[in-house]
């Protein structure tokens, strides 16, 4: 968990970074951000090596809910085979017929309620942490497009002629 706000907080730096690009632009090429390319390219690089990692993440929760579902499915199989291989060795005499029938609707029942029940832990297991992630991710989100908003925001006022928004920005922050 401190690995992943380590990285949110890594995204959050970068982003600020950039911001701060956009604060220092020159009053002799509006609407311009200049950004000294060995900066850009830092920060481009970091947010690549920061970015993944949550994705990895992502797809690591993917393929444990897959794994999960499919465990049920064979657990599901398997006591269905031994369900159908008892049927078949107990077919011999009548009272043997009838008590094996008895069996397999009981063992299909418990499969059945097994495999449901693993699936359902399964896909709540996976849910929580979708959910977690899906947090993580919104509050990025929420930085980026409220970075977005203050640069809009310093280009608008720059558009305008007002006083020098460095100050604003940082009340803004």
Known sequence: MTDEKERLDTIERLLDELEGFAQKSS???PHKIIIPDQEFFRICM???EAI?????EAREIVEQRDNYIENAKREHRRILETAESRVHDLVSEEAVVREAQYEVERIIRNAGEEAAELKREALLYTDDLLAKLSESFAQTLDTVSN???LIKHF???NRTGSAPAGEEMKQEL
């Open 27 to 29: 009053f002799w090429l």
């Open 155 to 157: 280009l608008e006022e």
């Open 46 to 48: 970091e947010l690549r």
């Open 52 to 56: 993944p990692s949550v994705l990895k």
């Open 147 to 149: 970075g977005r908003k």
